[in-house]
């Protein structure tokens, strides 16, 4: 609305010219409404970014992260803008007091190689965040042990013919010491974590899904966990002034 009206501000001063009215808008209230508009631009921005049909619910906590950089820059001196940004960083901050510290969003940030732990408020939140992750990674890899536990385990190959009468006996010492086998997931969850997230993110215009086609066998537990992140769907972002309904792919 106020974008509109500055750009009919010519039209505006003619037709009150013309027409006899009160006196238009001061040259300082013009000036107040075009900062206006640049402070209320990233709102519009981000809030088309995380309603578009291609947003996932990676990019709430970076879009906030965001957001509440660009609010806390001293980069005017009127007082008015000055005020209203300190207003709309506190009700960014209260409607998402909370948004780092839900697995939906923090896993999905995580697991994004595009932001992974950069975008977290601060190094507490991003550790917590981490933590809760690899809560959820070790748990997976619970289930896929179990599940291989009660899978029938392989029989060995019959001897063609016994080479010696005791070869049972050998065979059976051999199963009753055998080592247990460990689920390859689960004793590389914290590894595959660490690698990944010691490694150099991706560019913001790559493709996450992409990324993990081609790095599911370097890193197949958090794939798996990143693929299942990415069907979260329906999350409805407000923000003071803007309201969006996103769907998270």
């Not at 000055?82 to 709309?88: A, E, Q």
């Not at 899904?209 to 790095?215: E, F, G, R, T």
Request: hydrophobic share 40%; aromatic share 6%.
């Amino acid at each position: 609305m106020i974008q509109s009206l500055i750009e009919q501000k010519r039209a505006l001063g003619v037709f009150v010219s013309e027409h006899e009215l009160p006196d238009n808008l001061t040259a300082h209230q013009w000036a107040l409404l075009e900062k206006v508009v640049t402070v209320l631009g990233p709102f519009e921005e981000l809030t088309r970014k995380v309603s578009s049909s291609e947003a996932m619910a990676e990019d709430v906590i970076p879009a906030v992260t965001v957001l509440q950089r660009f609010l806390s820059r001293e980069t005017d001196d009127d007082h008015v803008i000055k005020s209203m940004k300190v207003t709309l960083a506190a009700a960014v901050r209260r409607r998402f007091s909370d948004v780092e510290e839900q697995p939906l969003y923090s896993n999905a940030t995580l697991l994004d190689p595009r932001y992974k732990n950069l975008f977290f408020s601060n190094t507490n939140t991003a550790a917590n965040a981490k933590e809760m992750l690899m809560r959820e990674l070790l748990r997976l890899s619970r289930e896929e042990e179990n599940h291989d536990l009660h899978e029938p385990p392989a029989r060995k190959p019959r001897r063609d013919q016994a080479s010696s009468s005791l070869d049972s006996i050998f065979d059976e010492i051999a199963d009753e010491q055998a080592p247990v086998s460990l689920n390859r997931a689960q004793v590389g969850s914290t590894a595959q974590l660490e690698t990944y997230l010691g490694e150099t993110t991706i560019s913001r215009e790559d493709k996450p899904l992409q990324y993990w086609a081609v790095n599911k066998v370097r890193f197949p537990t958090l794939a798996k966990m990143a693929s299942d992140t990415s069907k979260h769907h329906a999350v409805v972002l407000t923000v003071k002034g803007c309201s969006a309904q996103c769907h998270i792919l």
